[in-house]
């Protein structure tokens, strides 16, 4: 039995005293139906962090170099000191903008689990990609490219569906295309991992999800979470989301 995660990815919003005055707020009314998330910017991290007992606290991002000439970059060690201990990788908006590939996704997810960091891999196709009919191919080549030879606890990993298309546009991809990508991810983890790797993994669905959709697509079998960007960052809104699955 998975237990649904859900992590609110604040993207480039709320400075700490934000995140301090949100994780006060919503902390102690979390249940114990699902491990529930936030994912602020690094600048708010310590502050969400100190403030947490029960919220899991996520980078959006992290570099796979242990240190050095990264003008701009943030490193594993420096986010553990902080004692936050999941990140967001491969997100399609650091891809689109930011020239994250399927390659440094993968160094990311081996020094992630090389320092018992726990990566959330996002994976997902484009509008053109989904039109044209390669769903299957980019996700399975997503998968298969970002979790290349890995060593370690594996079965923590969370892989994140995210179509391009649904996130931010209000147009959330319907429980079958979340359910059917899904499982055809959580097929391709089978290849990569193993079966028993593959039955263990989370995989979120992540794409416009709301208070008044979120329990649909937990739901589906292979659906055991979301990622959530817009709907996370109002207290109101993410604990209607938090109540919406218990
Ligand atoms: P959205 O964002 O919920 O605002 O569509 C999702 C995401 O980017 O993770």
Same mark, same amino acid.
């Given at each position: ?13 709320? $400075?700490? &005293?934000?995140?301090? !005055?949100?994780?006060?707020? #919503?902390?102690? %009314? ?7 998330? @936030? ?54 908006? $650091?891809? &689109?903008?930011?020239? !994250?590939?399927?390659?440094? #996704?993968?160094? %990311? ?7 018992? @960091? ?129």
């Amino acid at each position: 039995m998975r237990k649904p995660i859900i992590v609110g990815n604040w993207k480039m919003n709320k $400075r700490s &005293q934000d995140a301090m !005055e949100f994780v006060k707020e #919503v902390d102690s %009314k979390l249940h114990d139906g699902a491990d529930f998330g @936030i994912a602020p910017a690094f600048t708010a991290l310590w502050a969400a962090q100190n403030e947490a007992e029960n919220l899991i606290v996520a980078a959006q991002n992290v570099h796979f170099e242990e240190s050095g000439a990264f003008t701009g970059e943030v490193s594993i060690d420096m986010i553990k000191e902080l004692g936050v201990k999941w990140v967001i990788l491969g997100h399609s908006e $650091r891809r &689109q903008y930011f020239n !994250e590939t399927d390659e440094t #996704v993968n160094k %990311k997810v081996k020094a992630c689990l090389a320092n018992d @960091i726990t990566p959330i891999v996002c994976v997902g196709e484009t509008l053109e990609e989904f039109e044209a009919g390669q769903t299957e191919a980019v996700v399975r080549r997503q998968t298969r490219d970002c979790l290349a030879d890995l060593e370690g606890d594996v079965k923590h990993v969370v892989v994140a569906y995210e179509p391009v298309w649904a996130i931010g546009t209000g147009k959330s991809a319907t429980t079958e295309i979340a359910q059917n990508t899904c499982a055809l991810i959580r097929d391709e983890l089978k290849n990569v991992l193993g079966e028993e790797a593959a039955q263990a993994i989370r995989i979120q669905y992540g794409g416009s999800v709301k208070p008044n959709n979120i329990a649909e697509y937990l739901s589906q079998p292979d659906v055991d979470g979301a990622l959530v960007g817009g709907a996370s960052l109002k207290v109101d809104s993410f604990l209607e989301l938090v109540n919406a699955v218990k």
